[in-house]
């Protein structure tokens, strides 16, 4: 009978261990040897002499049971509940622990309060949003739906959760049923949710976990809060675009003596109310100029609005120029609007693109200019404002007056205080100035970190002609500094585009043994023979070198290194 219990106690997950009245160990079994690392020959030993932190010899002593109690071990934590052992008349004739490891237990408790607060977190964190969230499962029945839902669809989460996602949906087809079909994504839906049967978009995307499809989570918007939002940013977008000028004559660059003499005309003319022409080919920076001239005018404070003529249809160039009185044609809005000319009250009105304002709408502006009043599209009363007109144009108004496509009367107006600016051919002197401030702006926008401009792509950009002006040079500059590298930091010729028109030159002829070469490794030798030549001139000084090729030393010593030239 022994040995059967023997077997028993050494079968069961616990650990025990028995002690007599002396609190001297009479049996161990081997999970409790496995927990508490004891070796087999402790028997007849004292259990508080070969058991660390037992309290069977006190429970053997006082009588008193200790059931669940926590004790941590060398290796686990585990619970134990000790009991004394009593003969029929009652006396303590030893006592009995038994344990268990309770440390997998104990952590994935943890880890299930650990779940319980993420899960806490998460629903807040939903509640928060102002978008409204619903969740189903994969039978397409909600499970989860945040306030924001309520709000748009009247439904609360007891009226829906544990429902079919069909419940909310007054016109239109369940999304979260269809893609529990589909398992596919969902987007821009529109439907019709709750009693009020209010207009919705819906985006949802299926869940899966492990692979395996769990349900779908949809985020709906109220259309008619979008339209809201859209039609606010759109107004807002619109004075931001139209009422402030952004630069000021800090920002033109250039010291030739042409763009100086138009930069002082432009800052004279600014301290005046009179009405400025800037006149020039496409991009030489009108717009920047008036930008300028309103900035250093007195009406630096007051709104800045810039209207391109060409770029507004001529449907409704008038009406956005001037406004309209409510109801003056099919789809006007309710009140009607404040044209661009009524929100440069006090400020600058800018004409871009003078030239192509329609012959219709030139008498309406020349009367405008001469009276600074106007009658809205559409209405009756004369409206006065205080404007100052800056115009630009790159066609030539005097012809377009010969011609008839232009009011003669508009044109003398316009042509207060004409400003000629320069063409970038007529100012070659200030293209590396204003190359090296371009490269700045595009590493702004570009995310690099572009330093220099090797002075070979400086000979070559000062070469060109640049028809476009400086708006061609910058969009070159942008191609080019995409053609690099986002460790590299000089602009190279090998960064030039292949449809540059770039010729390798070897004492002003074409070299002969191009062979099978690529550019790079043309352009390569070309530049190691450059910073050889320079190195020989000035006696192997590499200071001075640097200096002459207009480089940093630092980028000296690289290519020196990269061409294998010794120092």
Not at 536 to 565: C, F, H, N, P, W
Request: glycine fraction near 8%; aromatic fraction near 6%.
């Amino acid at each position: 009978m022994e040995r059967i219990y023997k077997i028993v106690l050494d079968s069961i997950i616990e650990g025990v261990i028995i002690v007599d009245r002396d609190a001297r160990v009479l049996y161990i079994n081997k999970n409790a040897q496995k927990l508490l690392n004891l070796p087999s020959d402790i028997i007849g030993k004292k259990v508080d002499e070969v058991v660390k932190n037992t309290r069977l010899h006190i429970v053997v002593q006082t009588g008193i049971p200790e059931i669940d109690q926590v004790q941590h071990t060398e290796n686990a934590v585990i619970i134990t509940s000790r009991i004394p052992i009593k003969d029929e008349n009652g006396k303590i004739v030893g006592a009995v622990a038994v344990f268990r490891d309770i440390t997998s237990i104990r952590k994935l408790a943890e880890e299930i309060t650990n779940l319980k607060e993420i899960e806490a977190q998460l629903k807040a964190i939903i509640d928060s949003t102002n978008d409204a969230i619903s969740v189903a499962d994969e039978n397409g029945i909600v499970r989860l739906v945040n306030k924001a839902y309520t709000k748009i669809t009247g439904y609360s989460p007891e009226d829906v959760i544990g429902k079919p996602a069909t419940v909310d949906i007054a016109e239109g087809e369940s999304i979260h049923m269809l893609i529990a079909k589909l398992r596919q994504p969902i987007y821009n839906a529109r439907l019709k949710v709750g009693p009020a049967k209010k207009e919705v978009i819906v985006n949802a995307t299926p869940l899966f976990v492990k692979g395996k499809f769990k349900g779908s989570v949809a985020v709906v918007h109220d259309v008619s809060e979008i339209l809201k939002l859209t039609n606010e940013l759109e107004e807002v977008k619109r004075l931001i675009r139209h009422m402030r000028a952004q630069y000021t004559f800090d920002d033109i660059i250039g010291d030739s003596k042409l763009i100086q003499i138009a930069k002082e005309q432009a800052k004279k003319v600014a301290q005046t109310p009179a009405t400025v022409l800037l006149r020039g080919e496409s991009g030489t920076g009108k717009e920047l100029f008036a930008h300028a001239i309103h900035n250093a005018s007195p009406r630096r404070n007051k709104p800045f609005v810039s209207v391109n003529c060409a770029a507004v249809p001529e449907s409704i160039l008038e009406s956005e120029l001037f406004g309209y009185e409510e109801g003056s044609f099919t789809g006007a809005l309710h009140g009607g609007k404040k044209g661009l000319v009524e929100e440069a009250d006090g400020g600058t009105l800018f004409l871009d693109e003078v030239g192509k304002l329609p012959l219709s709408l030139q008498p309406k502006l020349l009367r405008f200019i001469e009276t600074k009043e106007y009658v809205p599209v559409g209405g009756r009363n004369v409206k006065k404002v205080d404007v100052r007109i800056i115009a630009a144009t790159n066609m030539e108004l005097e012809k377009m007056v010969r011609n008839g496509d232009f009011l003669p009367d508009l044109y003398f107006r316009l042509n207060v205080f004409p400003i000629y600016l320069p063409s970038l051919k007529d100012r070659k002197e200030d293209i590396p100035k204003l190359a090296v401030h371009i490269v700045k702006k595009l590493n702004q926008q570009y995310g690099r970190m572009v330093e220099g401009i090797s002075p070979a792509v400086i000979k070559y950009i000062v070469s060109k002609d640049w028809p476009g002006n400086v708006r061609e040079l910058e969009n070159f500059l942008g191609r080019v500094m995409i053609n690099m590298g986002p460790e590299e930091r000089y602009i190279e010729l090998k960064h030039l585009p292949e449809d540059s028109g770039l010729k390798v030159e070897k004492k002003g002829e074409e070299f002969s043994d191009i062979g099978e070469k690529s550019l790079k490794d043309l352009v390569e030798e070309y530049e190691k023979k450059i910073i050889l030549s320079a190195l020989k001139q000035t006696g192997g000084d590499k200071v001075k070198a640097a200096k002459m090729l207009d480089i940093s030393i630092r980028t000296l010593y690289y290519k020196m290194e990269r061409y294998g030239i010794d120092g």
